[in-house]
């Protein structure tokens, strides 16, 4: 699962909002954007980046976030609607296919965090906003209720800001995953389970239907 602030991190949490033209490196203008204190210290590629944006992708039409962790990396999360076919299932029940092409395996599958800041929360943001500030009351369908699947980039060979020895990044052969990269890596994460739910599945062998699903492992069974 995504690492989530706690409730003293939350609590002493100081943050912005931001209204970049575009999120970095792309032409995309995001639907929010926040720094927040999750932001690296010190000089280096993340500089003028926010630390949580969103947006919808307009191929699938399904809402993405890309939010920092609290050790400096990105994590990138799509939401699918409660009608896709993995709305529900745990990270680990994901089929590989989905997985597959991706940095990094997908390992964050939950709803949308309603009590974590906005800053920080892997939530639909324009669903809890309106004209830049949190509402102050929310119906219950005004709730987001996608399944968010998604991965961070803390692998073996990315650079997590707040994980060691920057200077020796270059030397272990660690990458600093930029916004672009996020944006990116969610992009093709969104399209992949919009092709998985349309059965364009690229392995012949597997049905990409709710068939051809594995069992049934949603969160809350047992």
Partial sequence: MAKKPTKTRAKALTVSALTPAVIPGTSVVPEAAYRNDHHPIGA?????????????????????????????????HVGVPPTHSLS????????????EG?????????PCQRNAPEPVSICHVSARIAHGQRTAALNPQQEDDAWWLGMTFDGPRDLVPAGGKRNLAAERGETYRDAKFAFEQATLLARKLFDWENGLSSDPTLDSGPSGLPRPDKEGSR
């Fill in 44 to 76: 280096g590629p993340w500089k003028g980046e926010p630390d949580k944006f969103a947006w919808t992708d307009k191929a699938t039409g399904y809402p993405c976030v890309v939010v920092r962790e609290y050790t400096g990396e990105y994590g990138a």
């Fill in 102 to 110: 991706l940095h990094r395996p997908i390992s964050s599958a939950e």
């Fill in 88 to 99: 529900g299932y745990k990270a680990k029940a994901v089929p590989g296919e989905i997985s």
